[in-house]
């Protein structure tokens, strides 16, 4: 496995280019492709940044806003095909997205629309040998936005995933994992095939209704136990790319090189207790 660089570690929100230059200089192995900007760059000037900066490619952005009305999901369908193209050329065959915990309908008649929609994504992927991970979110109060509550556990996730296509599988966050009452069984119980991205983040000792989703820590800060979600990983033969997600613990405050730095040491600190760094 390899540490990725995150842009939530970032303040000031540098365009991808310069995103990449902190990513080396502090030391990551890896970045993550989620600038919008990426896309217009196109593929030989990534590559090029990439090459000249020793970082791996850990994931890219799916550009589909599949949330929304038919209109919107048509709309970004056609951005989908040339931002999977772009994923396969600089060798990350791998795009994430998130999927909302809670819904304005009920979660069956949800669940249809949107498995329909992945549907019609996975036929694109499948033609270009791209995975699309799907993140589900574990924290009560997102659960409660809306009046009915969608998938947020990640067996359902999984199962969810799978009904949409060979190519769909899921994004773990061990932030997400933990408040969605996760264990290491579910990760065991995860084929590497379906295991497209891993985040990570920790979480303070508090009740369920006192978690906020913009409130985390840096790994080894909180309550999750990272060796043995690290292991568990492990176990399954998962080797790419970790990327810390960390909202709020200051970060905004901090100059970009000071936040990533501190991504990069506390995660290095927990991966390398568990043995799998």
């Known amino acids: 496995m390899y540490i990725a660089l995150n842009g939530t570690l970032v303040s000031r929100r540098p365009n991808w280019e310069e995103f990449a230059r902190i990513a080396h200089a502090v030391g990551f192995a890896g970045v993550d492709l989620l600038h919008s900007e990426v896309f217009e760059m196109g593929v030989a000037k990534v590559k090029e940044v990439l090459r000249e900066r020793n970082l791996k490619p850990a994931v890219v952005s799916m550009p589909v806003e599949f949330r929304k009305d038919d209109a919107v999901f048509q709309e970004g369908m056609r951005k989908l095909e040339p931002a999977v193209v772009l994923a396969k050329e600089i060798g990350c065959p791998r795009m994430s997205t998130w999927v909302p915990s809670w819904c304005e309908v009920p979660k069956e008649e949800q669940r249809k629309v949107w498995q329909k929609r992945f549907q019609a994504m996975n036929n694109l992927l499948e033609k270009h040998g791209v995975r699309l991970g799907l993140e589900y979110l574990g924290p009560l109060h997102l659960r409660k936005r809306g009046p009915y509550e969608f998938i947020y556990r990640h067996d359902e996730m999984l199962a969810f995933a799978k009904s949409c296509g060979k190519q769909i599988g899921v994004l773990v966050?061990?932030?997400?994992?933990?408040?969605?009452?996760?264990?290491?069984?579910?990760?065991?119980?995860?084929?590497?095939?379906?295991?497209?991205?891993?985040?990570?983040?920790?979480?303070?000792?508090?009740?369920?209704?006192?978690?906020?989703?913009?409130?985390?820590?840096?790994?080894?800060?909180?309550?999750?136990?990272?060796?043995?979600?690290?292991?568990?990983?492990?176990?399954?033969?998962?080797?790419?790319a970790v990327s810390p997600e960390v909202f709020g613990r200051g970060l905004k405050d901090m100059v970009p090189e000071q936040g990533a730095m501190l991504g990069l040491e506390t995660t290095t600190a927990v991966m390398k207790k568990a043995g799998v760094l």
């Open 173 to 240: 966050d061990s932030w997400h994992w933990h408040h969605a009452g996760a264990t290491v069984r579910d990760i065991a119980a995860t084929p590497l095939a379906d295991l497209v991205h891993v985040q990570a983040a920790d979480a303070p000792q508090a009740p369920p209704e006192k978690i906020l989703d913009s409130e985390r820590l840096m790994p080894g800060e909180g309550v999750i136990d990272f060796t043995a979600f690290f292991r568990s990983l492990q176990k399954v033969g998962y080797r790419d």
